[in-house]
T-cell receptor
Framework: DAGVTQSPTHLIKTRGQQVTLRCSPK?????VSWYQQALGQGPQFIFQ???????QRGNFPDRFSGHQFPNYSSELNVNALLLGDSALYLC????????????????FGPGTRLTVL | AQSVTQLGSHVSVSEGALVLLRCNYS??????LFWYVQYPNQGLQLLLK??????LVKGINGFEAEFKKSETSFHLTKPSAHMSDAAEYFC????????????FGSGTRLQVQP
């Protein structure tokens, strides 16, 4: 059973560019959350997608946007990159609680490390 | 609003010694609390979670944590450290069982000396 997968593993961009990160959830999961982890810090919630809609959003500017596809996979897009966007971007998948007991726990992927020069 | 404070960004113990990683939380609603571990170049792995059942929670790899409402704490312990326990540990809080956004602490790096 494949866990959460993310691509690419590493990415280097320059200021002002745009980037797209991808996430495939754990088999059977329908909810995807994205987190940003700056060096030496804990992850910070960006947003969550369920049924192809953004359901929750953290304190991140509109430069951060996302999408969820019918197969539950997700993309994170960041426009007009800033040096401060350099971080490890983590994707977490979960099963919506309405699916029953045990749902809700978030499983994390290995992350995509983004470096902005 | 919810927040988590992890006291001590670095903790060093000897192999076989007690591990104690501290976590205090702030929450306006009954909290759900989690401990995650992150090994180098890997994602987060759930160690254990408190979901309002038993206050003493046992997790994987011999770790456990006790929810103390009066102290707003959820400290992580392990009786005997192993070299493989060296990693970064994060405490997190959520208003539900984890479906909604997790709010993480800044992490504690555990070093285990031989």
């Amino acid at each position: 059973d494949a866990g959460v997968t993310q691509s690419p593993t590493h990415l280097i961009k320059t200021r002002g560019q745009q980037v797209t990160l991808r996430c495939s959830p754990k088999s059977g999961h329908d909810t995807v959350s994205w987190y940003q982890q700056a060096l030496g810090q804990g992850p910070q919630f960006i947003f969550q997608y369920y049924e192809e809609e953004e359901r929750q959003r953290g304190n991140f500017p509109d430069r951060f946007s996302g999408h969820q596809f019918p197969n539950y996979s997700s993309e994170l897009n960041v426009n007009a990159l800033l040096l401060g966007d350099s971080a490890l971007y983590l994707c977490a998948s979960s099963l919506h609680p309405r699916r029953g007991a045990g749902a809700g726990e978030q499983f994390f992927g290995p992350g995509t490390r983004l470096t902005v020069l | 609003a919810q927040s988590v404070t992890q006291l001590g960004s670095h903790v060093s113990v000897s192999e076989g010694a007690l591990v104690l990683l501290r976590c205090n939380y702030s929450s306006s609603v009954p909290p759900y609390l989690f401990w995650y571990v992150q090994y180098p170049n890997q994602g987060l792995q759930l160690l254990l979670k408190y979901t309002s059942a038993a206050t003493l929670v046992k997790g994987i790899n011999g770790f456990e944590a006790e929810f103390k409402k009066s102290e707003t704490s959820f400290h992580l312990t392990k009786p005997s450290a192993h070299m493989s326990d060296a990693a970064e540990y994060f405490c997190a809080v959520s208003p539900d069982t984890g479906r909604r956004a997790l709010t993480f602490g800044s992490g504690t790096r555990l070093q285990v000396q031989p």
